[in-house]
Structure formats: C-alpha cells, structure tokens
C-alpha cells in the first residue's frame, strides 16, 4: 500500500526555511470570549512524523487542530506549518479527517472517496480513474459502487480516511478518527491504521482520548492539561512496531511504561 505502489501525488516540498520542521506551535493562546482554550502552547513537529495530543475533554486539542487547519485564527503566539503561518495558508497544507466520517449518503464510497480531487478542479473522470485503483490497498475492493449505508463503521473510517488522503496535501490533522467505533472495530482500525501511516509519508498531527492510540499511532505523545490547555510534557515513544500485532505492541514492557508515564502527566 505504499505511495510508490498505488501512485499518490507528492505533496510537494515544504515552504519553510527548515525543511526539516513540518508544523511550529509558539507560544499559542486561543479564547472564545472569557474562556481561554489554549494558553502558551509550543512544541514542534518533525515534517513526515507523527505526533498524538491527549489530555483531559475539554482541553482545547480539537480547538489546536482547527488553527491548524486555519479555521480558526489564534489571539496569540505563531502557528508555522510548512512555512505557511496566514489561515489561507496553513488551510493549503492540510487536510482534516473528522471524528465522523462524514460520507454523503447519495454517493457512493467511490465518490465520495474522490470528493477532494473534485473540489481541486479535478474532472469526475480523471478523479474516478485516480482514485479507484486505491480501494484495492485499502481493503475495499467490490466496495466501490455501494453506499454508505451498506459500509461496516470501519469500512467508512476507510473510505474517509482515503477521502483525506485524495486531497493530496502534506499534513494530515486526526480529530479522534475512530471515536465512533466500538472497541473491537476500533482496535482493527488502530492496527490497519497504523500500516497506512507508515506507508505514506505525511506529517500527521492526532487528537485522541485514548492513550493506547496516541501511543501506537504516534512517534511522539505531546500531553495537555485541562482547560487552558498547556503542554504538560513531551514522550518520545520510539517503539518498534514492524511486523507487529497490536496486541504484541500494547502488551510490551516499553507500552506499559510509556502509557503510566502518559497517564501520570494526565493526572
């Protein structure tokens, strides 16, 4: 499934100074009137790495992902993500997959797996014929002519998450992608996931609650407090995961550790 093998589009090079920094947080405030989500945030992220946000609800980490994005302006601090730090800017490096997938029920998986090519000015044909090849590598072969309400909830995180990644841009932003899920059906995901990832050479920025995804998802765990979210502290996870089972991973010596260190900075 990797970018050779079903023939993505490179993003294209960074625009910052150092290629080597895919997004910069410095110093980050966010308020909505008298409450302040976000309060002095900073870390950075390596271009082509993969960080995961977790804390408490309300801590304001989806609020981080959308000034990310651009959606939002921040009152304070700088936002740099490949060079770009205006919304209209940072809003052209990224493409955000939401907690629900979202599909339009009048298409089909298909389509709606190339809706970012269609609003890119990409025409249907060309877009159909770019993206079908990918249903293959994605487990969703036959699949491509049904509806969404024909798909299993994992099969839509599928064709959503191949959604975000037909937008052809060089950060991916994971607001709690399998939040919907059942605990069963998450845990597939995770591992399914988690062979995407190391097949695609994104930058990837993940908000979850779950410390055992952020963990197995992630090359580093950034814990935030409560609300105004703060950086509490920064793990570097560095776990081997090539050619392993989830359950082999999360039942390592290396997992338990890091998660107790996690869920005590959570504390």
């Given at each position: 499934?990797g970018e050779?093998?079903i023939?993505l589009?490179?993003?294209?090079a ?5 290629d080597?920094v ?11 009137g008298?409450v302040?989500?976000l309060d002095g945030?900073t870390?950075?992220?390596e271009?082509?790495?993969r960080?995961?946000i977790v804390?408490?609800?309300?801590g304001?980490?989806s609020?981080?992902?959308q000034l990310?994005?651009?959606l939002l302006e ?8 490949e060079g770009?730090?205006a ?11 939401p907690?629900r997938d979202?599909l ?9 797996a190339?809706?970012a090519m269609?609003n ?21 072969a ?5 509806r969404p309400?024909?798909?299993s ?7 959503s998450?191949l959604?975000?990644?037909m937008a052809?841009k060089?950060?991916l932003?994971?607001d709690?992608?399998?939040g ?6 998450r845990g597939?995901?995770?591992e399914?996931?988690l062979?995407?990832l190391?097949d695609?050479?994104r930058?990837?920025l993940?908000?979850t609650h779950?410390?055992?995804e952020?963990?197995l998802?992630?090359?580093?765990v950034?814990?935030m407090?409560a609300r ?5 502290t920064?793990l ?6 090539d050619?392993l ?5 999360v039942?390592?010596p290396?997992?338990i550790?890091l998660?107790?260190s996690?869920?005590?900075a959570?504390?």
């Open positions: 499934m050779q093998s023939g589009t490179d993003p294209g960074p625009g910052s100074a150092d080597s895919g997004i910069a947080f410095t110093g980050v405030r966010k308020a909505f008298d302040v989500a945030v870390f950075q992220i271009r082509h790495s960080i995961g804390g408490p609800s309300g304001g980490k609020t981080l992902l990310t994005a651009g921040q009152d304070g601090g700088t936002i740099n993500v770009e730090t919304t209209l800017g940072r809003l052209s490096r990224c493409a955000m997959m907690q979202l339009l029920p009048w298409r089909t998986a298909l389509e709606n190339m809706i269609e890119r000015g990409v025409a249907k044909k060309d877009a159909r014929a770019k993206t079908r090849p990918f249903f293959e590598h994605f487990g969703l036959k699949f491509e002519d049904v309400d024909q798909l909830g994992g099969m839509r995180q599928r064709v998450f959604r975000t990644l052809e060089d950060i932003l994971l709690e992608p399998f919907a899920l059942d605990s069963i059906t597939q995901m995770q399914w996931l062979r995407a190391g695609v050479p930058t990837v993940l908000v779950d410390v055992d952020a963990l998802l992630s090359r580093t950034v814990v407090s105004p979210g703060r950086v509490v920064v570097d996870v560095g776990l081997e995961t050619g089972s989830r359950r082999e991973i039942t390592s290396e997992f550790e998660k107790e996690a869920l005590e959570i504390e």
